[in-house]
T-cell receptor, first 115, second 111 residues
Framework: NAGVTQTPKFRILKIGQSMTLQCTQD?????MYWYRQDPGMGLKLIYY???????DKGEVPNGYNVSRSTTEDFPLRLELAAPSQTSVYFC??????????????FGSGTQLSVL | SQKIEQNSEALNIQEGKTATLTCNYT??????LQWYRQDPGRGPVFLLL?????KEKRKERLKVTFDTTLKQSLFHITASQPADSATYLC??????????FGPGTRLSVLP
């Protein structure tokens, strides 16, 4: 099994450009998440989904959009890229909501620079 | 608001010694706590989970303690090896809620 797969690995954007970060998982997990990781700041939740067709905002959703048309895929869209969105982005999944028996499975990340 | 702190940003220890990493939190009452390992350029990988009613959990050379009175978790790696060098993240959770992650501690085990 591949687990959680993210593409691209690296990307440089100009201010105002848009792009989609792709995420797919092959574990049949219901729950999927997008985090951003900035130096010294820990992982911050951007958006999450509890199943196909259902998404909700996390701690830092401004400037991002998501969709969940299938169980496997959970793309993250940046519409008007800003320097503040320079970060490393991680997609993660879990079988159920992060209760006591659940753990997160992470992708390998996308390093995004907005110049 | 919730705040999670992990001891220093970086910790250097000699091979064979025990590494001790701390995770302190305020304004939060987690039902459980998890530890993850993150290697450079990779996503975090789950290591251990401990619940609020458990004092200690062990897995091979790893040991985690959870003190809800002190609002602190300690993560120990005994007989440390250079291969243990990585960043370690703690994550706090409650039932029906999403995780809150600490900033991480970068551990370097020197040969």
């Amino acid at each position: 099994n591949a687990g959680v797969t993210q593409t691209p690995k690296f990307r440089i954007l100009k201010i105002g450009q848009s792009m989609t970060l792709q995420c797919t998982q092959d574990m049949n997990h219901n729950y999927m998440y997008w985090y951003r990781q900035d130096p010294g700041m820990g992982l911050k939740l951007i958006y999450y989904s509890v199943g196909a067709g259902i998404t909700d905002k996390g701690e830092v959703p401004n400037g991002y959009n998501v969709s969940r048309s299938t169980t496997e895929d959970f793309p993250l869209r940046l519409e008007l890229a800003a320097p503040s969105q320079t970060s490393v982005y991680f997609c993660a999944s879990s079988y159920a909501q992060t209760g006591a028996n659940e753990k997160l499975f992470f992708g390998s990340g996308t390093q995004l620079s907005v110049l | 608001s919730q705040k999670i702190e992990q001891n220093s940003e970086a910790l250097n220890i000699q091979e064979g010694k025990t590494a001790t990493l701390t995770c302190n939190y305020t304004n939060y009452s987690p039902a459980y706590l998890q530890w993850y390992r993150q290697d450079p350029g990779r996503g975090p990988v789950f290591l251990l989970l401990i619940r609020e009613n458990e004092k200690e959990k062990r897995k091979e050379r790893l040991k985690v303690t959870f003190d809800t009175t002190l609002k602190q978790s300690l993560f120990h790696i005994t007989a440390s090896q250079p291969a243990d060098s990585a960043t370690y993240l703690c994550a706090l959770g409650n039932y029906g809620q999403n995780f809150v992650f600490g900033p991480g501690t970068r551990l370097s085990v020197l040969p």
